[in-house]
């Protein structure tokens, strides 16, 4: 009897396995294809990460590469073209991908001319998922670089090419104070001291070489020695707009040094050239023809005007003038006294000089002209900032970098650019 009973135990038991045996098939058999799709799924998305990794180090480094040309004043386009070429270099495919360039941002904390925005897309393909959709995945990346000055310049020549592009000579000594010397030309003499000239400035900056013949003088902290082979800095006046011509003027009879005139702005087709007394009434004045000349013994005065030289006119003061004008602060050419047309020819030379009591308060900028500076004399509070293609000082004065008050803004120098977004 206990035998037999024994026998249905193992029996049952034989059974129930057998039938345990035959569900774990059956429910192995039913995961598998979702054991599998996961690990594809997984495989998949794991692509994708690094797919989308390699987009964003492309998308950076060409946010960096538009950086750069920005900060150089490169026109839109060549900031475009070169942020293209440096995104294709890191991976990214015009072929299967799109690219946006944007100088300001359009939208993030950054949206600053400094700022350049760069938004790239790739296609991806899909594995796995292709079974429910076979389009390709688009992924994303976008990257923002933005350049900043960690310090300022009095002196900006803008020539990329030109020897002795910021020269200081004769007998002069030019005190810069909390400011730099910077030159954008590659030539190896780009910022040249010599004779018995002296200069005592934070730093000198170079995109080329420098020569000094013993009267430069170093007083930043930062700055040990000149700093050569540098970036080039940013024309920080490159979006500032030609003023418009105004009400036609011309000049009344002026009896040499007896006259007493005062001029009101407007457009001045045959040029300005000022003798006696002369009071100029605030506001722009265009000015082409023979351009802005102060007589010998003139006496110039004027605040919040902008004078802008149109068609190659020039600016020629006499050694032994009394010039006092000062630039608007506020508005749209704050800071700026003296404007040069971007179309000038490069060979035209502007000649500012007047007796020891003279004085030029705001910018001097001739993007495409030098500046002949030969008076011993600046702005108030040493506010006379020139940013030309060229820059020759043969003259003696202390210039000062903070010009806020006087509604000149920062003429930038030494630079870096950092990833911001």
């Not at 206990?2 to 774990?24: F, M, P, Q, Y």
């Not at 003023?243 to 007896?258: D, E, K, Y």
């Not at 009071?279 to 902008?306: E, H, I, K, R």
Request: charged share 10%.
């Amino acid at each position: 009897m206990k035998l037999h009973r024994s026998r249905d135990v193992l029996r049952a038991i034989r059974r129930r396995a057998s039938s345990e045996t035959g569900n774990v098939a059956i429910m192995f058999a039913l995961a598998m294809p979702l054991v599998v799709g996961a690990g594809a799924l997984g495989v998949e998305t794991n692509y994708q990460y690094i797919q989308q990794t390699h987009l964003q180090v492309a998308a950076d480094a060409a946010a960096y590469a538009g950086a750069l040309d920005n900060r150089a004043s490169a026109p839109s386009d060549v900031i475009a073209a070169d942020a293209s070429a440096i995104a294709t270099s890191n991976g990214w495919s015009s072929t299967i991908g799109t690219i946006q360039v944007r100088t300001p941002p359009t939208s993030g904390p950054n949206q600053v001319p400094a700022a350049t925005e760069v938004v790239l897309s790739q296609k991806v393909p899909r594995f796995f998922t292709a079974y429910f959709n076979r389009q390709p995945m688009v992924i994303h990346a976008r990257a923002v670089a933005i350049y900043t000055t960690a310090a300022n310049a009095c002196i900006l020549a803008l020539s990329k090419t030109a020897s002795q592009a910021v020269q200081v000579q004769g007998n002069t000594t030019v005190t810069l104070v909390s400011c730099d010397v910077m030159s954008n030309s590659i030539a190896s003499d780009a910022v040249n001291v010599w004779g018995s000239a002296k200069l005592s400035t934070d730093c000198v900056v170079s995109a080329g070489g420098y020569t000094n013949n013993g009267g430069l003088t170093l007083t930043g902290p930062t700055c040990p020695s000149v700093v050569t082979q540098a970036p080039r800095a940013h024309d920080p006046y490159a979006g500032l707009p030609t003023p418009a011509t105004g009400v036609t003027r011309s000049l009344p009879n002026m009896n040499g040094s007896n006259s007493n005139v005062t001029l009101l702005p407007g457009y001045y087709s045959g040029g300005m050239d000022l003798k006696g007394t002369v009071t100029l009434s605030p506001g722009v004045y265009y000015v082409s023809g023979t351009g802005f000349n102060v007589g010998s013994n003139a006496v110039v005065t004027g605040t919040d005007v902008t004078i802008y030289l149109a068609a190659g006119a020039q600016v020629s003061m006499q050694g032994n003038s009394h010039v006092t004008l000062a630039a608007p602060t506020s508005g749209t050419y704050s800071g700026i006294l003296f404007f040069g047309d971007r179309a000038g020819a490069t060979t035209a030379v502007n000649q500012f000089n007047g007796d020891s009591s003279s004085s030029l308060t705001g910018d001097l900028y001739f993007p495409t002209q030098s500046v002949t500076y030969q008076g011993n004399y600046s702005g108030l509070d040493g506010c006379t900032h020139v940013v030309a293609d060229t820059v020759t000082w043969t003259g003696s004065a202390t210039i000062s970098v903070d010009c806020t008050k006087h509604g000149e803004g920062g003429i930038p120098a030494r630079q870096s650019i950092k990833m911001v977004e």
